[in-house]
């Protein structure tokens, strides 16, 4: 199992512009998050999905848009990019919701905003 | 609201010295907490959790009580190797029905030198 991918692993964008960051799992799980992670700061939830067709926001959704057409695809949008939207950019998975489940994170998308 | 609070790093020892990250939670009830790890250039991934008081989690050396009455979930490790260097997270997700996100704290930086 690859586990959960992420492309791409770096890019700068200039402000107003829009991209696609995508995310993938191949472990079945119904459940995928993206977070961001600012620096000094913990991780912050932007948006989740509970399964194909189902997704919600979390703490941070404002200026991201996402949609879940698979289980396997979580892809999560920004439409016009801000200085603020500059971060690292994970996506996780898990099989369930229940309290003691683990997540699996990708490895990270890093994004400049100029 | 919930909250995790770590040590701040980085946190630099010596190949073989004894390791201590603290970690310090508030939650209602009896949250499940967790150590992730993140190895340079990767996603976070589970070391460690404990899902009730006075459980403890263990992992490739590494240990954690689940102490409610001093709300901690501290990291240990005896002794640490320069492989060991990385950031590591404490989190909570609480114990109710439904979905919960997880709450992360800020991350220790932790650097081993030989």
């Known amino acids: 199992n690859a586990g959960v991918t992420q492309t791409p692993k770096f890019r700068i964008l200039k402000i107003g512009q829009s991209m696609t960051l995508q995310c993938a799992q191949d472990?079945?799980?119904?459940?995928m998050y993206w977070y961001r992670q600012d620096p000094g700061m913990g991780l912050k939830l932007i948006y989740y999905?509970?399964?194909?067709?189902?997704?919600d926001k979390g703490e941070v959704p404002n200026g991201y848009n996402v949609s879940r057409s698979t289980t396997e695809d979580f892809p999560l949008r920004l439409e016009l990019a801000a200085p603020s939207q500059t971060s690292v950019y994970f996506c996780?998975?898990?099989?369930?919701?229940?309290?003691?489940?683990?997540?699996?994170f990708g490895p990270g998308t890093r994004l400049l905003v100029l | 609201g919930n909250s995790v609070t770590q040590m701040e790093g980085p946190v630099t020892l010596s190949e073989e010295a004894f390791l201590t990250i603290n970690c310090t939670y508030t939650?209602?009830?009896?949250?499940?907490l967790f150590w992730y790890v993140q190895y340079p250039g990767e996603g976070l991934q589970l070391l460690l959790k404990?899902?009730?008081?006075?459980d403890k989690g263990s992992n490739k050396g590494f240990e954690a009580t689940y102490r409610k009455e001093t709300t901690s979930f501290h990291l240990e490790k005896g002794s640490v190797q320069v492989s060991d260097s990385a950031v590591y997270f404490c989190?909570?997700?609480?114990?109710?029905?439904?979905?919960?996100?997880?709450?992360f704290g800020t991350g220790t930086k932790l650097q081993v030198i030989p």
């Open positions: 996780a998975s898990s099989y369930s919701i229940a309290n003691q489940e683990t997540q699996y």
């Open positions: 472990m079945n799980h119904n459940y």
């Open positions: 999905s509970v399964g194909a067709g189902i997704t």
């Open positions: 939650a209602t009830g009896y949250p499940s």
């Open positions: 404990a899902t009730k008081a006075d």
């Open positions: 989190a909570l997700r609480p114990n109710s029905g439904g979905y919960q996100k997880v709450t």
